[in-house]
Structures are given as C-alpha cells and as structure tokens.
Nanobody, 115 residues
Framework: VHLVESGGGLVQSGTSLRLSCEAS????????MGWYRQAPGKQREYVAH????????NYAETVRGRFTISRDNAKDTVYLQMHSLQPEDTAVYYC?????????WGQGTQVTVSS
C-alpha cells in the first residue's frame, strides 16, 4: 500500500481545511486508516482513525468536535475535515493505513495555522 497526502497549507485561525490521503496498491487489504500529526519539537500524536467503510471512527480529545474523518472507498481515499483551526493545530499531518501485520505511513502534509 502506498499513501499520498494532500490539502495542507497556511490558513488563518478559525478557518477550515480538508486533508486527503489517497491509497494505492493492495487497498483491498486495508483494515483501518487514520491521521497522526507532529508539531515542531514534539512527538507524533494521534488525531483520528476510521475502520472499514466508516462504521467506526475515533478522535483525540484535542480535535473531537472540530475534525471529522471520512472515507470514500470508491476512491480509496480518506479525508480529514478540520474546522475551527487553531495555531496549536500547526503540524505535519501524516496519514497511515493498517493491513495485516503492517503499518504504512504517508509522507506528510504541512498544516500551518496563523493567529
């Protein structure tokens, strides 16, 4: 499985942004997909994930109610819709996918929120 993220950028506080993560390769083997983020000087932290076609989703407390994860199986793409962005959301956002016994990461996309 290969993952490519897109949609990052520089936005103002309070605005919205949608990240995309397109999977290719053996996408039929994907169990779950999700997002982590890493701010400068900090450890990578969990953001959200989605299982299967979307019956199960979960969010970090820091983004719950502001971010929504969804998946379009026809496009093999997972989305992260982010609302009410704050400067503390500034980070590189990494998409991941889990298959049987393997975790795959994308290359990351930068999100910068200015105050």
């Amino acid at each position: 499985v290969h993952l490519v993220e897109s949609g990052g950028g520089l936005v103002q506080s309070g605005t919205s942004l949608r990240l995309s993560c397109e999977a290719s390769g053996s996408t039929f083997s994907i169990n779950s997909m999700g997002w982590y983020r890493q701010a400068p000087g900090k450890q990578r932290e969990y953001v959200a994930h989605i299982v299967g076609s979307g019956s199960i989703t979960n969010y970090a407390e820091t983004v719950r109610g502001r971010f929504t994860i969804s998946r379009d199986n026809a496009k093999d793409t997972v989305y992260l819709q982010m609302h009410s962005l704050q400067p503390e959301d500034t980070a590189v956002y990494y998409c991941y996918a889990t298959t049987s016994g393997k975790l795959t990461w994308g290359q990351g996309t930068q999100v910068t929120v200015s105050s």
